[in-house]
């Protein structure tokens, strides 16, 4: 057992001073933040349960060892005659995986004098980091004559060193840079590898240049493009470049001039290089952290959102709870899944610390959504670590409710009593969704008749006098069996759910008239924003039939100068060039339909505009797949710069409106402007009759 120096010291405290201590005042003893002694007391704890103690934590009489006398006393026994680590197990492998990162290969006995470990532990270890290293396509290899090496591409060594970074540090890399930014630090490495120096240079530029994009990073992002930052640094002035390709720049157009602005500014600041294949590699990363503002609507993201909307339906539909009309949930899944897919799409993995958390207190919600991602994203797979993040989202919207919802089985197990109770016992914990368990004899289930209550049947033997659905297991309940029964719960959600419900807190339920908490001024303000905004589409809207003789830019310039005339907006050309340079970031059309959608929310429109022009004949435009397309509809949109999030529902109603249904796209890309102009009232009576009429 390894016990660093700290570890030992908070141990002794709190049995020396029993009740007396708290997490601040061993902190302030030990001369360290609150924060590392909590992720301390996670190790503490696992050292007491080898003895067979635990820790409680009691707000009024602060920590405190309980168990028995014997165990108490066994544990200070071998405090006393053992030697503490000044690192733990982490950063030993850490320090294992720099030295395999700096050169091609070691010697084993010279790697295991490097660590100051025996040859045994340096095996363990290196047979613990090639199992983690798997998931970045890289591998060690021991060579008889040669010795070990860690072989993969550079692109791919540097995400995995930044991911253990993050994994196992990320808590202290934080801590380290807020002492950084106060002056609190000495000019000691970092983690034996961030010179304080580089670190801070780059927060700071990081901080500055960031601030001012339109999109703010969350506070793991922030800490993640650092790391990336410094690593890719460090690695290229150290000789190791990137030979491989790592991403397209025309596709990382505003990532890859934020993240040249913060190079120049390093590269004036230090003696370090980057080149363009380091931008391009810090820009793919940057893209895939991107946290967007939830109230920025992407009116381009047509398909994405139509995507969502089914994605919301089908959870519903699982769960027998309507959130088809929560907006908010559908905006955060919307700047969400953006760059959520793009990492997915670049095989960069995301770790998210909450997920085995997450998959305990919402398992059926877990499976719920892993059904709909699986049915909407067909092509996609989705990792446990993303489909967490996205359980948060529903978990948002299903804010003061809670899964009180009981999976019930039935085991029939006649090979006898503990066998019976050793697989009830494994089932309940393998597969959490499953709470409450009972063991029925085949007799017992023939003489019972009825097993409808039961919402899974598991069976260790076959059962042909039954005619529903069982699963049939081993007694010893394999990781195959453990698969059978999670595939068939999944499967089978909607009809589990059918007389279940997520259930409201007590808190919700006294306050179930929650609308009226609304204040008056506000709801009516929401009415007046619905108004307006239909009102201003419906009026604004405009049928045109061109000709195309030159392209769709002098078409699209002719609508925004007769908007000009009509006082809908002002200044046509800023507005026009913001057109044109969301055009040069991606496609617009939108793929099998004929359609493509040119927007822009710009300060120097006044008024909600949704207007169609019909082309004579079709023009080539770039799709929102990225490949070449026939536009025979264009469709503008134009929005004011600030919106309120009922005007921005109403924007994101048409958009997403456009191709919900085969009929809709039909309607839409036809050149009939009243069954177009039928369509969207059509659409916005459906939002009022759901949202705010009620009959």
């Known amino acids: 057992m390894y016990i660093t120096s700290r570890e030992k010291a908070i141990i002794e405290l709190i049995i020396k001073t029993s009740g007396r201590h708290t997490a601040l005042s061993i902190a302030t003893h030990l001369n360290v933040s609150v924060r590392t002694i909590h992720r301390d007391l996670k190790a503490v704890e696992k050292i007491l349960q080898s003895f067979s103690l635990h820790l409680t934590r009691d707000t009024n009489e602060g920590l405190t060892i309980q168990g028995k006398n014997e165990q108490i006393f066994r544990l200070i ?13 982490e950063e030993r492998k850490l320090m294992l995986l720099l030295a395999l990162l700096k050169e091609e290969s070691y010697k084993i006995q010279s790697l295991a004098v490097f660590l100051g470990v025996s040859v045994t532990t340096l095996t363990t270890y290196l047979d613990e980091l090639t199992d983690w290293l798997r998931q970045f396509n890289l591998q060690i290899t021991k060579k008889r004559g040669v010795g070990v090496e860690l072989t993969g591409t550079e692109a791919n060594k540097r995400t995995a060193l930044a991911s253990y970074f993050l994994l196992y540090f990320n808590e202290e890399l934080i801590e380290r840079l807020f002492l950084l930014e106060n002056g609190q ?18 927060d700071r530029s990081v901080n ?22 410094y690593i890719t640094m460090q690695r290229t002035e150290a000789g190791f470049l990137l030979g491989e390709e790592v991403g397209h720049r025309n596709e990382l157009t505003d990532e890859y001039n934020l993240i040249k602005k913060i190079c120049k500014e390093l590269v004036a600041a230090y003696p370090v290089s980057v080149n363009k294949d380091d931008i391009i590699y810090l820009a793919v990363i940057l893209k895939g952290s991107k946290h967007h503002a939830a109230d920025v609507v992407h009116f381009d993201s047509i398909l994405l959102g139509q995507m969502i909307k089914n994605l919301i339906k089908d959870v519903s539909s699982q769960l027998h709870v309507d959130l088809k009309q929560d907006f908010s949930l559908f905006q955060g899944l919307l700047a969400h899944m953006e760059p959520s897919l793009f990492r997915i799409k670049k095989q960069m993995s995301l770790f998210n610390p909450l997920k085995e958390d997450i998959k305990r207190k919402y398992p059926v919600l877990f499976m719920a959504i892993k059904n709909s991602l699986e049915k909407e994203f067909k092509d996609i797979i989705f990792p446990d670590d993303e489909i967490a993040f996205i359980v948060l989202h529903f978990g948002s919207a299903l ?21 019976s109770k050793m697989l009830a016992s494994r089932i309940k914990k393998e597969i959490k969704e499953i709470d409450s368990v009972e063991i029925n004899s085949i ?17 260790t033997i076959r059962l042909p006098f039954i005619d529903i659905d069982y699963i049939l297991v081993s007694p010893l309940l394999s990781e195959e069996n453990i698969l059978s029964i999670r595939s068939y719960l999944r499967k089978n959600i909607e009809n589990l759910m059918k007389n279940k419900q997520y259930s409201k807190s007590a808190q919700q339920k006294a306050t179930t008239s929650g609308r009226a908490k609304v204040p008056l001024t506000d709801l009516l303000q929401e009415l007046k924003d619905v108004q307006q905004s239909i009102e201003a589409v419906i009026h604004n809207f405009r049928f045109f039939k061109v000709q195309n003789l030159m392209g769709h830019e002098p078409i699209i310039e002719n609508m925004i100068e007769m908007a ?21 970031l991606g496609g617009l059309g939108i793929p099998n339909t004929g359609m493509a959608l040119f927007h822009s929310r710009h300060t120097k ?23 070449d397309m026939y536009m025979k509809n264009l469709l503008l949109m134009l929005a004011p710069e600030e919106l309120s999030t009922r005007q921005q529902e109403i924007v994101s109603l048409i958009s997403t409106g456009l191709i919900e249904s085969n009929e809709a796209i039909m309607i839409f890309s036809s050149s009939n402007e009243e069954m177009i102009r039928t369509r969207l009232e059509a659409i916005f009576l459906d939002y009022l009759h759901t949202n705010l009429i009620r009959e």
């Open 77 to 89: 026994q071998h405090l006393t005659g053992m030697h503490p680590i000044d690192q733990t197990l």
């Open 185 to 202: 630090l000495t000019q000691e490495k970092i983690l034996n590898y961030f010179l304080p120096d580089y670190l801070l240079a780059i």
């Open 208 to 229: 500055a240049t960031y601030s001012k994009a339109q999109s703010p990073l969350t506070d793991s992002d922030y800490i993640r493009l650092i790391v990336h930052i």
């Open 399 to 419: 804010v003061l409710r809670e899964e009180e919802i009981s999976i019930k089985a039935l085991i029939v197990c006649p090979t006898g009593i503990g066998t």
């Open 443 to 459: 007799k017992d289930i023939q003489q019972q008749g009825n097993l409808t209550s039961y919402d899974a049947i598991i069976s």
């Open 564 to 584: 000009e005339k009509e006082q809908l907006l002002t200044h046509a050309k800023a507005v026009i060039e913001s057109l044109k340079k969301r055009e040069r």
């Open 605 to 627: 429109v006044k008024e909600l505009i949704f207007q169609v022009s019909y082309l004579d004949e079709p023009c080539l435009v770039k799709g929102m797949d990225g490949s």
